[in-house]
């Protein structure tokens, strides 16, 4: 049996911010009638700006947490963020991409489940 290796990482953290969009009135919202797309916008242009490396910040469709949106997952970690506004996205980047640390206010965690129904 011959071993391989995988390749070493081309980035070092995927951001995935959920972009996805449901019918107006949807009983469980969605993300991007909650202002996402604008957060993803400005989440990719302000990590360039801040000039942090090997990052990739994409758009997601569904990631099933909508009703505690806009989500966003950073791997590979899977640490689950809900930014509102830039300075949560400013917070986001700086604790958890420039630091190395969370941003503990904005997290989701295994409390935070969507209902059953």
């Known amino acids: 049996m011959v071993e391989t290796q995988d390749p070493p990482a081309y980035f070092q953290a995927?951001?995935?911010?959920?972009?996805?969009?449901?019918?107006?009135?949807?009983?469980?919202?969605?993300?991007?009638?909650?202002?996402?797309?604008?957060?993803?916008?400005?989440?990719?242009?302000?990590?360039?700006?801040?000039?942090i490396p090997a990052i990739r910040v994409n758009q997601a469709g569904c990631l099933d947490r909508c009703e505690f949106g806009p989500a966003i997952v950073i791997y590979p970690e899977g640490i689950w963020y809900r930014a509102e506004t830039r300075e949560d996205v400013d917070e986001i980047l700086r604790a958890h991409l420039v630091e190395g640390g969370r941003a503990r206010r904005l997290m989701l965690t295994e409390k935070d489940v969507v209902p059953k129904g």
């Open 14 to 51: 995927h951001v995935f911010v959920c972009c996805n969009r449901r019918a107006e009135g949807h009983r469980r919202g969605s993300c991007a009638a909650k202002g996402s797309e604008k957060l993803k916008d400005y989440m990719k242009s302000r990590a360039k700006e801040l000039g």
